[in-house]
């Protein structure tokens, strides 16, 4: 069973508007939230890690937020640029130690147009 | 400094084939993952290594993948034999320890005809 949800599976926004992608997570125990930025043909790149419960965290033009309590997180994106264009992954830690599985959403594909 | 570096970038094989993936993780790093990406499972571990120990196989796909450290500064995934399903994106990461963050190569790009 899938217990990281990403929304929407896709989206098509135009150059300059903004964004919001979606995190559910059912991972217990839930340790930390990372987004990944994958780019077509290339590999993963870390944005953003939320730790705490309420976390927030802003990265230029990035900024997300957490509540554990809901275990829902989301990515905003301001401005959005034609380069915004990739899949963003959003990955659940279920523990900050070598034990620890790292549980991986399938990802939202975002479009950004002129 | 170099990133996590994996050759080839594509590969097509016939079916019933052995092919080798290689994997040259970021200096100084710990741990290394194999991973498979297809669009509809998204990523699923294949191996995890932490100082070259197998901490992690990958329970399903134990029997025809097999991943090896030999040194720290590279790896190897062996699919034998091969079969369609095994089209996928192959991504090799690697991290200095487990409270960071993971470095994702390129990825190698695997059709099975």
């Known amino acids: 069973k899938t217990q990281v949800e990403q929304s929407p599976q896709s989206l098509v926004v135009r150059q300059g508007e903004n964004c919001v992608l979606q995190?559910?997570?059912?991972?217990?125990?839930?340790?930390?939230l990372r987004w990944f930025k994958q780019d077509t043909g290339k590999g993963l790149v870390s944005l953003t890690v939320l730790v705490h419960e309420n976390d927030k965290t802003s990265n230029g033009r990035y900024s997300a937020t957490l509540d554990k309590d809901a275990k829902h997180s989301t990515l905003h994106i301001t401005a959005t640029l034609l380069d915004d264009t990739a899949t963003y992954i959003c990955v659940v830690g279920d523990r900050g130690s070598a034990l620890g599985r790292l549980h991986f959403g399938a990802g939202t594909q975002l479009i950004v147009i002129p | 400094d170099a990133g996590v570096t994996q050759t080839p970038r594509h590969e097509v094989a016939e079916k019933g084939q052995t092919i080798i993936l290689k994997c040259e993780p970021v200096?100084?790093?710990?741990?290394l993952f194999w991973y498979r990406q297809t669009k509809i499972q998204g990523l699923e571990l294949l191996s995890y290594?932490?100082?070259?120990?197998?901490?992690?196989d990958g329970g399903a796909f134990k029997d025809r993948f097999k991943a090896e450290m030999l040194n720290s500064s590279f790896s190897t995934l062996k699919i034998q034999p091969t079969e369609p399903k095994d089209s996928a994106v192959y991504l090799c990461?690697?991290?200095?320890?487990?409270?960071?963050?993971?470095?994702f190569g390129p990825g190698t790009r695997l059709l099975v005809l």
């Open positions: 990461a690697s991290r200095p320890g487990t409270k960071d963050t993971q470095y």
């Open positions: 995190c559910n997570y059912s991972v217990t125990p839930d340790n930390h």
């Open positions: 200096s100084g790093h710990n741990d």
């Open positions: 290594f932490r100082s070259k120990s197998l901490m992690e």
